[in-house]
């Protein structure tokens, strides 16, 4: 009998809860994916929007209708742009508060499933605009509100999702790989949408669009909510007769534990605790120990998100002024800060798991990332090598703080013994928590596209003094963390398994 080889023995090793962990992180992260990916191409697309606009005095035949597209051929493009980023971006921030809550009442893999293909179609409509010669500004605007809204669908449904599967022992680093969902959708996006920007931009919207709509379907198809579900198959094809009565006592997504001892009257209910949800679906939070601290990772994810997405809606458009480049070399270049917002990500829950303080190494990128955004306004245009070693540089000390945060506030929720496992609260705290961040998102490309006017060098005044006031904001928890011998709690459990 021949040896069985290496690589089927270390394939077997796994057993099929292994299997099936693997399988949801793997789902998640391109789900979320291709999220960012549909969200990437209109900030590649900006340059081509202009770029022939501003070459109309330059050409003999100023009025070809290849040489501009209206509404974006005057001298307030900047303005124009800045508010379809804006209407994108306020759409986001007051849905996401609503998405939460929305999504405790619907089965997640139907949730996320319908958003992803509604956002689909509205990221296509936005590029048949192109094909069908629409100049309209009021529609290009309504199209991007009403991604806004349904976008919101995306990053409470696959929190709740890894939360469910992936517990205890789990360290920054696996969180961080599995936070790089964002960066790895702005790269795809930005490689996608810069193959047709210059000859056919619609295509830039459509082929991402029919992506995330596709992988919308995938979400129907095989996303499993919650390890229970498959219990859940197995003991019915059992015990057919029980299915009734099962379905009666599911309690809040399959716990029925959790339901009975949370329930409105339980004497388990603790006394530092209050109702964040109607009393049909009773979840608690502790307030005193877990609204405290996120308070203040909250706002501090506000200027920390501003920063993050107005280099995610603008960059590309900076490096064609100051480095005279094309709009797909242009946003090919700008991968380059998703890279660096990698090894960031990683870096950041690494070096939080081994201190044992967040909110100090969040703190300490946050102080390097300040004076690292002047000196690439300074070199930015003396040549392509410092360019992309500062891009590196910049995405790795803006981004990760803000992947940190998104995980860490998750990780002390999730693993607080008030909540018992209840992805529902994880997911509505989540959504208010990127909602408030996702305010930052909003302000920051509509400033920028302001104070492009007056000249770059304001939009980094603003992109530092952002971070500044992100420090500010965790100086009390900095030096709680510092006055504290012990590491913070559930610093090596980003996500508690439920």
């Known amino acids: ?176 790989l599995w936070n790089s969902h964002t960066s790895v959708g702005n790269i795809l996006g930005s490689l996608i949408a810069g193959y047709w920007v210059s000859t056919n931009w619609g295509l830039s919207f459509i082929v991402p669009g029919l992506i995330i709509a596709a992988m919308g379907v995938v979400c129907f198809l095989f996303l499993i909510e919650h390890p229970n579900d498959l219990k859940s198959v197995s003991s019915q094809s059992t015990v057919n007769g029980n299915t009734k009565l099962s379905k009666s006592w599911n309690g809040i997504n399959g716990h029925a534990e959790t339901y009975l001892q949370y329930k409105k009257g339980s004497k388990s209910q603790s006394w530092d605790t209050e109702l964040l949800l109607p009393d049909s679906v009773s979840v608690c939070v502790p307030v005193q120990q877990v609204v405290v601290g996120v308070v203040e990772f909250s706002l501090c994810l506000l200027f920390a998100k501003l920063v993050s997405y107005t280099f995610l809606f603008w960059l590309p458009l900076y490096i064609t002024k100051a480095a005279h480049l094309d709009a797909k070399r242009a946003g090919d270049l700008s991968t380059l800060f ?117 000249g770059w060098n304001h939009v980094f005044y603003m992109l530092m003094a952002a971070d500044g006031f992100a420090l500010l904001l965790l100086l009390r928890l900095v030096m709680k963390e510092l006055g504290s011998r012990k590491p913070r709690p559930g610093a090596a459990m980003p996500l508690k398994e439920h």
Not at 51 to 67: E, H, P, R, T
Not at 101 to 127: A, H, K
Not at 148 to 166: A, D, E, K, R
């Open 338 to 454: 998703d890279v660096g917002g990698i090894v960031g990500g990683i870096l950041a829950g690494v070096i939080s798991d081994k201190l044992g303080k967040r909110a100090t190494t969040c703190a300490v990128m946050l102080l390097l990332a300040a004076p690292t955004l002047y000196v690439f306004s300074m070199i930015s245009e003396l040549g392509l090598g410092p360019t992309i070693a500062m891009l590196l540089v910049c995405g790795a000390l803006v981004n990760g703080p803000y992947a940190l945060i998104t995980t860490a506030v998750s990780a002390d929720l999730g693993t607080h013994k008030s909540l018992k496992g209840n992805s529902r609260a994880l997911s509505t705290v989540t959504a208010i928590i990127d909602g408030t961040g996702s305010v930052g998102a909003a302000v920051g490309p509509l400033l920028a596209g302001l104070l492009s006017v007056r």
């Open 1 to 176: 009998m021949a040896p069985i080889p290496p690589g089927i023995r270390f394939l077997s090793s796994f057993n099929k809860d292994q299997w099936y962990r693997a399988f949801t992180f793997t789902l998640t992260f391109l789900l979320y994916t291709s999220f960012h990916l549909s969200r990437k191409p209109i900030s590649i697309v900006k340059s081509e929007l202009h770029k022939n606009c501003s070459q109309i005095s330059d050409l003999s035949v100023a009025g070809s209708g290849d040489c501009s597209w209206k509404p974006f051929d005057k001298s307030n493009y900047k303005q124009l742009l800045g508010a379809m980023d804006y209407s994108f971006l306020c759409a986001y921030a007051v849905g996401m508060y609503l998405s939460g809550i929305i999504g405790e009442r619907l089965p997640i893999r139907l949730y996320l499933t319908v958003g992803m293909v509604t956002s689909g179609l509205f990221t296509c409509m936005f590029g048949l605009g192109y094909i069908y010669n629409i100049h309209s500004l009021g529609f290009y605007i309504f199209v991007q509100v009403a991604n806004g809204l349904v976008q919101t669908t995306g990053w409470p449904s696959v929190v709740s999702c890894i939360g469910n599967w992936f517990g205890k022992g789990r360290r920054g680093l696996i969180m961080g």
